[in-house]
């Protein structure tokens, strides 16, 4: 068997959400190495994985008094340079020493992992494969698709092809100055050089398993000969069932994640606000019963719950809306069991996956970060009102049913160690 390295951040919730991965490297025979930040080591170690730490800096905080678009331009260009493009020294630093260490086979890791997955940009017979995994919305640029970042989906009409092409415009002359700084770090890092936008680094990988379905994505002109969708990854999810879950009533539940990169208050909150003391049962998970206590006016809601992970498989579809903050994959798990969503992203990469929900009619896209708890509560009853949405999700939900995110993952390993290097991809 392979010694397989995987690196993931916790930023954006990869390394939570890779643990299944890890898990089933490990019960395929294959030694697993994790290299992820301080706040994603204790969901490898709860299961038994040692963890090479690597710095990450935190997500922005407080972002500038600009109109909408302008802003999400500025948080973009400051979250890449600071925690895409800065960090790189530090994490290949920790990698290359984890890789020699460890006598490593392949690299498994985020494509947002640059000091890891531009690994893949060093000659073949240099270095072991590397295997690049979508934790969100792609990011290669298409003439099809609005530019990365926005949050606009396709559109078919003039309007729709004129706003995508100046934002593309804009987002261009950003994108060719991160790129300059992009390339400039991967040469200095990695002693190789590479051109160009750095939108399209996905291609340089051996392999690029993007976590999700085809009915969740945008269609393109073309994708990488390299790209694959393989299924979102699988929930974790607690054996026994919270103490006040009473599946015999099967409540209409309001399940909301607070996430990495959203303030309890935003979302949280409102949500709170907008259904405590209801005939609903609120699950919140990814907060702090005290720290969500210490924001409300009085006593929490008897109807209010806090878990640490949701219990997917006892939520009934039917009867079930989510309010997430766009977390790329715990939308998927949301899909998965056929359920609407309600978002309200703050990130790019949220932004990126609420104008899906949207498109593909399995939710609501809030166009904010911060709504209000009566938007909160229109927007929950209009999903509870009208089936359309559930079927949209319904029929996303069967295509992931047919895949085994896991599974494929780990074939891939498999088939691309016993070929490596003789039958490397050709050199990008």
Known sequence: MSAVLLSTLAGLGAAEHAVPLAEALRSRGHRVAVVSSAAGVEAYRRHGFAVHVVPEPPMPAQLPALPPVARRAWQLYTRVQRNIIDPVPEQWAVVERVIAEERIDAVVTDGLFVGAAMLAARPSGERPPVIMLGFSAPWIPDPLVPPYGMGFAPGDDGADRLRAGTFELLASRAMARLSRSFNAQIESTFQVRVHGDLRSTPALGDA????????????????????????????QEDPVLPEWWDPRTEPPVIAVRAGSGSEVGGLVDPTIRAFGDSDSTVIVVGAARAA?????DGPLPANVHFEDRMPWSRLVPRRTVVVSDGDYLHTQHALRRGIPLVVAGTLETDVETA?????????????????????????????????????????????IAGTDAESAICDLVEHTVARWPEEAPAER
Not at 386 to 398: K, S, T
């Open 292 to 296: 969500v206590a210490a924001a409300q």
């Open 355 to 399: 104008a899906r929900v949207a498109w593909t009619g399995a939710g609501i896209d809030l166009r904010t970060g911060t709504p209000s708890a009566a938007v909160l509560r229109t927007a929950v009853d209009r999903v509870r009102g009208d089936e359309g949405f559930r079927v949209a999700a319904a029929r996303i939900a069967a295509q």
């Open 208 to 235: 690029w398993a993007q976590l999700t379905v085809p009915r969740f994505e945008y269609p393109r002109r073309a994708l990488p000969t390299n790209f694959r969708f393989v299924g979102p990854l699988h929930p």
